[in-house]
Each structure stands twice: as structure tokens, then as C-alpha cells.
Nanobody
Framework: HVQLVESGGGSVQAGGSLRLSCVAS?????????MGWFRRAPEYEREVVAI????????YLADNVKGRFTISQDGAKNTVYLQMNSLKPEDTAIYYC???????????????????WGQGTQVTVS
């Protein structure tokens, strides 16, 4: 059973930075999977933030975070990172890590494509 554990959330002032980490408890997906971040703000739908294919070649960043956020990975550590710079109050949300091994080479954007989820980490920007 794969577990995803997020860390790195917190409270920062606008313009600040945070780095989120997501560690997969085991590499259930062979050598690669689609893995990334969604977020849900109060009274809003869950939205995709950034997805990467850990086997290389595909990365997606939502338009509202391009130029500010970066997704990266460390395959040796089964870890995906979300570097968030120039944070804005509208980035305040619970950030969830998601992973799925079914879509070779792809970065699905729909949350219902992912079967594995972390518990979420709160990011608050004031």
C-alpha cells in the first residue's frame, strides 16, 4: 500500500517562499509515475497546481503559478518537491500530493485520475 507524506507547509507573508515535499513510502510504480500537487482553498474546488512524470519528459504547471512555482523530483528519495516563490494570499490552501502509475509518460490534470493521495499540508499566505 503506497503512502504519500507531505511536509513543508506553513504560514508566510506575501512575497515569501515555501518548499513542499512529498515522499512516497515505496516505489510501487516501477521506475516512474505521474506525481504532483493539487490544492483546495476554502469554498473553492480542488485545483491542479503542478504535475510531473517522474520518468522524465512531462511537466505541467497551472497558469496561475507559472513563473512562481517549480516542481522537481529526486528519484533516489522517491520525493517530489514544489518550490513556491512570490507567494500571494490567493495561494492559501491545503496542498495535497497525488500519485498514479497508470499513465505512462503523462501528467493527468484531473484529480479523479489519481488513486494515491497524501494527507494534505496547510499553506497560509498573509
Amino acid at each position: 500500500h503506497v503512502q504519500l507524506v507531505e511536509s513543508g507547509g506553513g504560514s508566510v507573508q506575501a512575497g515569501g517562499s515555501l518548499r513542499l515535499s512529498c515522499v512516497a513510502s515505496e516505489y510501487h510504480f516501477g521506475n516512474s509515475c505521474s506525481m504532483g500537487w493539487f490544492r483546495r482553498a476554502p469554498e473553492y474546488e480542488r485545483e491542479v497546481v503542478a504535475i510531473t512524470y517522474t520518468g522524465g519528459g512531462s511537466t505541467y504547471l497551472a497558469d496561475n503559478v507559472k513563473g512562481r512555482f517549480t516542481i522537481s523530483q529526486d528519484g533516489a528519495k522517491n520525493t517530489v518537491y514544489l518550490q513556491m516563490n512570490s507567494l500571494k494570499p490567493e495561494d492559501t490552501a491545503i496542498y495535497y500530493c497525488a500519485a498514479e502509475g497508470l499513465f505512462r509518460g503523462a501528467t493527468p490534470l484531473a484529480a479523479d485520475k489519481y488513486n494515491y493521495w497524501g494527507q494534505g499540508t496547510q499553506v497560509t499566505v498573509s
